[in-house]
């Protein structure tokens, strides 16, 4: 059972690094210098679905960690 916790704790992780990398990230740093004038964005079609998943799979990824902590 740890096994089976394991891997799939480090699947989940993979499709986090996936997620998290293909978020828009906007201006960074220009936006601390003046650079973008919005000040609120919202976020629409793909991105919030992409922002969602990335907050269902970052639940999965800690009840996991969790898990495989408690269970020998």
Known sequence: MNTILFYSQIAVSIILIVLIAIQQRGTALG??????????????????????????VV??????????????
């Open 31 to 56: 936006a601390g210098f003046g650079g973008g004038g919005e000040v609120y964005s919202t976020k629409r079609g793909a991105q919030k679905k992409i922002y969602y998943a990335t907050i269902a």
């Open 59 to 72: 639940t999965i990824f800690l009840v996991l960690g969790v898990l495989n902590l408690l269970i020998p």
